[in-house]
């Protein structure tokens, strides 16, 4: 479950560099230590909306994990 968080965290870290990206108008950014070129802006925005599909779908991984709730009834009898 740690992993799908990091995951998660990566991911979200990711889409922000691009949407700053995308709103100072550049087509280069850096993603875990790499900088990536892109030709157009279309580009920068198709890989934007690509790490946006990833993290959705690792968020619905995490949240379809649920904790087992099983609660036991306990039965002493009449005590009189």
């Given amino acids: 479950m740690s992993t799908t968080t990091e995951d998660a965290a990566t991911l979200r870290g990711y889409v922000n560099a691009l949407n700053k990206a995308?709103?100072?108008?550049?087509?280069?950014?850096t993603l875990g230590g790499q900088t990536i070129i892109y030709n157009t802006t279309e580009s920068l925005m198709k890989a934007r909306n690509d790490m946006q599909a990833q993290l959705a779908a690792v968020e619905?991984?995490?949240?379809?994990?649920?904790?087992?709730?099983?609660?036991?009834?306990?039965?002493?009898?009449?005590?009189?």
């Fill in 22 to 29: 995308i709103a100072r108008g550049a087509r280069s950014v």
């Fill in 60 to 80: 619905r991984a995490a949240s379809s994990q649920k904790v087992s709730r099983q609660n036991y009834a306990v039965y002493g009898g009449r005590d009189f």
